[in-house]
């Protein structure tokens, strides 16, 4: 079965500095989602990558899928408070359903 | 407008009792998912379905039981069987498109056994 592996599981920077994230898969990633958590409400789905070397970005979220198709990352830019919360990778193992990594906590401090 | 609403929000068990927790999507989606999260790791498949009135056990499904005889609708019910039943408990649908299958969450229910 596939398995991601979140690193780090916790995080903590100060407001304004560029950060990354990153999501080991043991198999072949076909889809790999980024989802961000604040701390007791759901998630709330960031970016979704497919292709080998594929690169997209969202406001200062930068998020990358190895040529190998087997690592992402996840990059903040100029971090700000409202980044702060809780990051899930997910994985689509090809059986219609997603498989998530143990999250990665992120803490901004001013 | 268009999402995905779990009730209630904070949920009380006694132990032995059975408890269904409620959710309803708005999206037109096909697929529904229920999922567990403990303290400190990630999210653990309880059951899923791809169509109305058939569905399929997940990684977790030993003392859970779901229902989907409406496509808006797939409620969960944690029985008397589940040991460890206190957890934060997510919904979410897709739309199971041909190149995506991005799953939109709902804002979660707690469950606490006393």
């Known amino acids: 079965s596939q398995e991601l592996e979140q690193s780090p599981q916790s995080l903590i920077v100060q407001e304004g500095k560029n950060l990354t994230i990153n999501c080991t898969s043991s198999?072949?990633?076909?889809?790999l989602y980024w989802y961000k958590q604040k701390y007791g409400e759901g998630l709330i789905f960031l970016m979704m990558?497919?292709?080998?070397?594929e690169e997209k970005s969202h406001e200062k979220i930068t998020a990358k899928l190895d040529e190998k198709k087997q690592q992402s990352s996840l990059h903040i830019t100029a971090s700000q408070p409202s980044h702060a919360g809780i990051y899930l990778c997910?994985?689509?193992?090809?059986?219609?359903?997603?498989?998530f990594g143990q999250g990665t906590r992120l803490t901004i401090n001013p | 407008d268009g999402g995905i609403t779990q009730s209630p929000k904070y949920l009380f068990r006694k132990e032995g009792q059975n408890v269904t927790l409620s959710c309803e999507q708005n999206?037109?989606?096909?697929?529904m998912y229920w999922y567990r999260q403990d303290p400190g790791q990630g999210l653990r498949l309880i059951y899923y379905?791809?169509?109305?009135?058939?569905?399929q056990k997940g990684d977790i499904a030993e003392g859970y039981s779901v229902s989907r005889e409406k496509k808006e609708s797939f409620p969960l019910t944690v029985t008397s069987a589940q040991k460890n039943p206190t957890a934060f408990y997510l919904c979410?649908?897709?739309?199971?498109?041909?190149?995506?299958?991005?799953?939109?969450f709902g804002p979660g229910t707690r469950l606490t056994v006393l």
């Open positions: 979410a649908s897709s739309s199971r498109t041909r190149n995506t299958d991005t799953q939109y």
């Open positions: 997910g994985a689509d193992p090809g059986a219609q359903k997603l498989v």
């Open positions: 999206l037109n989606h096909d697929a």
């Open positions: 990558l497919q292709k080998g070397g």
């Open positions: 198999k072949t990633l076909y889809g």
């Open positions: 379905s791809q169509i109305v009135n058939d569905f």
